[in-house]
Nanobody, 123 residues
């Protein structure tokens, strides 16, 4: 099992930036990819971005492409999500999650989850 701890959330105004961090521990050798998800009140959880742990490959949901950048530091077992030009609709609890298999583009296969960090963007 992989333990994940998110940090970096907060309250910002529209147009501002935030950087989220996710630290992984435990069975980190089993990680194939680490992803970010978000869930706003009353909405379903949304797959935001993900990055593979070996040869770098990334995926972004269309609504954040060009504004968010996911990166990873495998030596520190950390994945970052740089969020620029934030919008009120980005307000949500952001979760980090790990997947151990090659189905990294299927959000349903992410099995280890952090507790989440709140991001609030005011208009």
């Amino acid at each position: 099992q992989v333990q994940l701890v998110e940090s970096g959330g907060g309250l910002v105004q529209a147009g501002a930036s935030l950087k989220l961090s996710c630290a992984a521990s435990g069975r980190t050798r089993s990680i194939f990819a680490l992803g970010w998800f978000r869930q706003a009140p009353g909405k379903e959880r949304e797959f935001v971005a993900t990055i593979t742990w070996g040869i770098t490959a990334t995926y972004y949901v269309a609504s954040v492409r060009g504004r968010f950048t996911i990166s990873r530091d495998t030596a520190k077992n950390t994945v970052l999500l740089q969020m620029n030009s934030l919008k009120p609709e980005d307000t949500a609890v952001y979760y980090c999650a790990a997947v151990s298999g090659s189905t990294w583009l299927d959000p349903k296969t992410y099995s280890d989850w952090g507790q989440g960090t709140q991001v609030t963007v005011s208009s």
